[in-house]
Protein backbone atom coordinates (compact mmCIF):
# COMPACT_ATOMS: atom_id res chain seq x y z
CA UNK A 1 0.00 0.00 0.00
CA UNK A 2 0.91 3.74 -0.80
CA UNK A 3 2.30 5.43 2.20
CA UNK A 4 1.12 8.40 4.01
CA UNK A 5 3.66 11.09 5.37
CA UNK A 6 1.68 10.62 9.06
CA UNK A 7 2.36 6.36 8.29
CA UNK A 8 5.28 5.48 9.93
CA UNK A 9 7.34 3.81 6.86
CA UNK A 10 6.63 7.77 5.34
CA UNK A 11 7.67 9.74 8.63
CA UNK A 12 11.59 8.75 7.09
CA UNK A 13 10.63 10.98 4.18
CA UNK A 14 9.56 13.80 7.13
CA UNK A 15 11.72 13.86 9.82
CA UNK A 16 15.12 12.12 9.52
CA UNK A 17 17.32 10.87 6.75
CA UNK A 18 20.42 12.34 7.46
CA UNK A 19 21.34 15.09 4.74
CA UNK A 20 19.06 13.82 1.94
CA UNK A 21 15.78 14.48 3.86
CA UNK A 22 14.54 17.62 1.82
CA UNK A 23 15.33 16.00 -1.30
CA UNK A 24 13.19 13.36 -0.53
CA UNK A 25 10.60 15.16 0.92
CA UNK A 26 10.65 17.29 -2.54
CA UNK A 27 10.61 14.44 -4.66
CA UNK A 28 7.55 12.80 -2.61
CA UNK A 29 5.87 16.25 -2.47
CA UNK A 30 6.52 16.29 -6.77
CA UNK A 31 6.14 12.86 -7.44
CA UNK A 32 3.10 11.34 -4.66
CA UNK A 33 -0.64 11.24 -5.44
CA UNK A 34 -2.73 14.84 -4.63
CA UNK A 35 -3.96 12.48 -1.32
CA UNK A 36 -0.40 12.74 -0.22
CA UNK A 37 0.39 16.36 -0.69
CA UNK A 38 -2.71 16.52 1.37
CA UNK A 39 -1.80 14.65 4.37
CA UNK A 40 1.17 16.60 4.49
CA UNK A 41 -0.96 19.85 4.66
CA UNK A 42 -3.56 18.61 7.09
CA UNK A 43 -0.35 17.62 9.45
CA UNK A 44 0.85 20.92 9.10
CA UNK A 45 3.72 20.18 6.80
CA UNK A 46 3.21 23.16 4.62
CA UNK A 47 2.95 25.52 7.55
CA UNK A 48 6.63 23.90 8.66
CA UNK A 49 7.73 24.25 5.94
CA UNK A 50 7.26 28.16 5.21
CA UNK A 51 8.48 28.62 8.90
CA UNK A 52 11.63 26.94 7.76
CA UNK A 53 11.51 29.35 4.85
CA UNK A 54 10.80 32.32 7.10
CA UNK A 55 14.00 31.04 9.55
CA UNK A 56 16.40 31.28 5.93
CA UNK A 57 16.27 35.10 6.50
CA UNK A 58 17.79 34.55 9.95
CA UNK A 59 20.11 31.92 8.72
CA UNK A 60 20.68 31.98 5.67
CA UNK A 61 24.11 29.87 6.03
CA UNK A 62 23.06 27.74 8.72
CA UNK A 63 23.87 23.96 8.49
CA UNK A 64 21.81 22.71 10.68
CA UNK A 65 18.07 22.46 10.82
CA UNK A 66 15.73 23.71 13.46
CA UNK A 67 12.67 22.16 12.57
CA UNK A 68 13.72 18.50 14.23
CA UNK A 69 11.47 16.88 16.53
CA UNK A 70 11.94 13.39 18.34
CA UNK A 71 8.15 12.59 17.92
CA UNK A 72 6.69 10.24 15.34
CA UNK A 73 3.31 11.71 15.84
CA UNK A 74 1.84 13.18 12.46
CA UNK A 75 0.96 16.41 14.46
CA UNK A 76 4.56 16.95 15.26
CA UNK A 77 5.96 15.73 12.14
CA UNK A 78 9.10 17.72 11.18
CA UNK A 79 10.51 18.17 7.90
CA UNK A 80 14.30 16.90 8.99
CA UNK A 81 15.74 15.22 12.34
CA UNK A 82 18.83 17.07 14.38
CA UNK A 83 21.25 15.65 11.94
CA UNK A 84 19.45 15.73 8.41
CA UNK A 85 21.26 18.94 7.40
CA UNK A 86 24.23 18.30 9.07
CA UNK A 87 26.40 16.94 5.70
CA UNK A 88 24.43 19.78 3.45
CA UNK A 89 26.25 23.19 2.78
CA UNK A 90 24.32 26.37 3.77
CA UNK A 91 23.34 27.55 0.94
CA UNK A 92 22.80 23.67 -1.13
CA UNK A 93 20.38 23.65 2.50
CA UNK A 94 18.59 26.67 1.42
CA UNK A 95 18.03 25.65 -2.30
CA UNK A 96 16.64 22.48 -1.07
CA UNK A 97 14.22 24.35 1.20
CA UNK A 98 13.02 26.52 -1.97
CA UNK A 99 12.59 23.54 -4.13
CA UNK A 100 10.59 22.06 -1.51
CA UNK A 101 8.15 24.85 -1.49
CA UNK A 102 8.61 24.71 -5.53
CA UNK A 103 7.23 21.36 -5.40
CA UNK A 104 4.18 22.30 -2.85
CA UNK A 105 3.48 25.26 -4.42
CA UNK A 106 2.75 22.42 -7.61
CA UNK A 107 -0.64 21.36 -6.58
CA UNK A 108 -3.26 23.45 -6.13
CA UNK A 109 -3.96 23.59 -2.12
CA UNK A 110 -0.36 24.43 -2.12
CA UNK A 111 -0.51 27.09 -4.08
CA UNK A 112 -3.04 28.46 -2.54
CA UNK A 113 -1.39 28.43 1.04
CA UNK A 114 1.43 30.73 -0.58
CA UNK A 115 -0.16 32.55 -2.41
CA UNK A 116 -2.51 33.73 0.28
CA UNK A 117 0.32 34.06 3.29
CA UNK A 118 1.53 37.58 2.50
CA UNK A 119 4.55 37.18 5.34
CA UNK A 120 6.22 34.47 2.82
CA UNK A 121 5.79 36.38 -0.24
CA UNK A 122 7.89 39.28 1.29
CA UNK A 123 10.07 36.41 2.73
CA UNK A 124 10.54 35.15 -0.86
CA UNK A 125 11.59 38.85 -1.21
CA UNK A 126 13.80 39.48 1.15
CA UNK A 127 15.41 36.54 0.09
CA UNK A 128 16.55 37.80 -3.17
CA UNK A 129 19.41 39.40 -0.09
CA UNK A 130 20.76 36.52 1.40
CA UNK A 131 20.86 33.34 -0.64
CA UNK A 132 22.84 32.63 -3.95
CA UNK A 133 22.49 33.06 -7.37
CA UNK A 134 21.17 29.23 -8.10
CA UNK A 135 18.91 29.61 -5.13
CA UNK A 136 18.01 33.27 -6.06
CA UNK A 137 16.75 31.56 -9.61
CA UNK A 138 14.28 29.17 -7.60
CA UNK A 139 12.94 32.29 -5.68
CA UNK A 140 12.41 34.74 -8.74
CA UNK A 141 10.32 31.79 -10.66
CA UNK A 142 8.10 31.46 -7.02
CA UNK A 143 7.66 34.61 -7.64
CA UNK A 144 6.89 34.97 -11.09
CA UNK A 145 4.46 32.22 -10.35
CA UNK A 146 2.73 33.83 -7.26
CA UNK A 147 2.40 36.95 -10.13
CA UNK A 148 0.10 35.11 -12.19
CA UNK A 149 -2.37 34.29 -9.36
CA UNK A 150 -1.23 37.93 -7.81
CA UNK A 151 0.92 40.50 -9.44
CA UNK A 152 -0.22 43.13 -6.50
CA UNK A 153 0.81 40.95 -3.97
CA UNK A 154 4.55 40.70 -5.16
CA UNK A 155 4.58 43.79 -6.05
CA UNK A 156 4.09 44.74 -2.71
CA UNK A 157 6.74 42.10 -1.31
CA UNK A 158 9.29 44.00 -3.60
CA UNK A 159 7.97 47.50 -2.13
CA UNK A 160 8.47 45.70 1.43
CA UNK A 161 12.50 44.74 -0.01
CA UNK A 162 12.50 48.47 -1.36
CA UNK A 163 12.15 50.19 1.84
CA UNK A 164 14.34 47.47 4.21
CA UNK A 165 17.72 48.82 5.21
CA UNK A 166 19.91 46.11 3.26
CA UNK A 167 17.86 47.46 0.14
CA UNK A 168 18.94 50.86 1.14
CA UNK A 169 22.29 50.77 2.43
CA UNK A 170 22.99 48.88 -1.27
CA UNK A 171 21.00 51.39 -3.02
CA UNK A 172 18.74 49.38 -4.26
CA UNK A 173 16.03 51.14 -2.93
CA UNK A 174 15.00 53.91 -5.62
CA UNK A 175 12.03 51.55 -6.83
CA UNK A 176 10.13 48.01 -6.22
CA UNK A 177 11.80 47.67 -10.15
CA UNK A 178 15.79 48.32 -8.90
CA UNK A 179 16.61 45.10 -7.47
CA UNK A 180 15.21 42.89 -10.83
CA UNK A 181 16.38 45.08 -13.11
CA UNK A 182 19.73 45.16 -11.55
CA UNK A 183 20.10 41.48 -11.67
CA UNK A 184 19.63 41.75 -15.08
CA UNK A 185 22.13 43.83 -16.26
CA UNK A 186 25.00 41.91 -13.99
CA UNK A 187 28.10 39.85 -16.51
CA UNK A 188 26.98 36.11 -17.14
CA UNK A 189 29.78 34.42 -15.26
CA UNK A 190 27.60 30.93 -14.99
CA UNK A 191 25.24 29.34 -15.92
CA UNK A 192 23.09 30.36 -13.06
CA UNK A 193 23.51 33.77 -13.82
CA UNK A 194 21.92 33.30 -17.41
CA UNK A 195 19.16 31.45 -16.01
CA UNK A 196 18.56 33.85 -13.22
CA UNK A 197 18.23 36.95 -16.26
CA UNK A 198 15.94 34.63 -18.28
CA UNK A 199 14.00 34.56 -14.95
CA UNK A 200 14.17 37.57 -14.17
CA UNK A 201 12.85 38.74 -17.78
CA UNK A 202 10.32 36.16 -16.92
CA UNK A 203 9.07 37.79 -14.03
CA UNK A 204 8.47 41.26 -15.26
CA UNK A 205 6.54 40.17 -17.56
CA UNK A 206 4.15 38.38 -15.37
CA UNK A 207 4.05 41.09 -13.22
CA UNK A 208 2.73 43.92 -16.40
CA UNK A 209 0.76 41.12 -18.00
CA UNK A 210 -1.11 39.60 -15.24
CA UNK A 211 -2.03 43.17 -13.72
CA UNK A 212 -5.71 43.75 -12.83
CA UNK A 213 -7.02 45.85 -15.10
CA UNK A 214 -5.52 47.48 -18.83
CA UNK A 215 -4.85 50.76 -17.33
CA UNK A 216 -2.55 49.71 -14.13
CA UNK A 217 -0.78 47.38 -17.02
CA UNK A 218 -0.29 50.42 -19.14
CA UNK A 219 1.01 52.17 -15.97
CA UNK A 220 3.45 49.39 -14.80
CA UNK A 221 4.91 49.24 -18.42
CA UNK A 222 5.49 52.96 -17.96
CA UNK A 223 7.26 52.42 -14.38
CA UNK A 224 9.47 50.10 -16.53
CA UNK A 225 10.38 52.11 -19.18
CA UNK A 226 11.07 54.82 -16.62
CA UNK A 227 13.66 52.80 -14.91
CA UNK A 228 15.25 52.31 -18.10
CA UNK A 229 13.96 48.80 -18.45
CA UNK A 230 13.87 49.10 -22.35
CA UNK A 231 17.68 49.78 -22.25
CA UNK A 232 18.36 46.87 -20.03
CA UNK A 233 15.65 44.31 -21.97
CA UNK A 234 17.47 45.34 -25.39
Same mark, same amino acid.
Given at each position: +??? !??? @? /??????????? #??? &???????????????????????????????????????????????????? +??? !??? @? /??????????? #??? &??????????????????????????????????????????????????????? !?????????????????????????????????????????????????????????????????????????????????????
Amino acid at each position: +PRA !SPS @S /SSTNVHIQGIP #SHV &LTDLRICLADRPVSWVEEFISINGADLLLTHLSNLLLHPHSSTSSMSSTSSS +PSS !SSL @S /SPHSAALLSGQ #SYA &LQVLLCVKALMNSDHGFSIVVSNRKTVEDLAMLLDVVETDAKVVVVQLLAGISIE !SSELVLEALEVYRTSPSARKEGKGISRWTYILEIMVEPWLDSHQEELTISCCTLINALVSYAPDIETRLARRQELMFQGAKEVMM
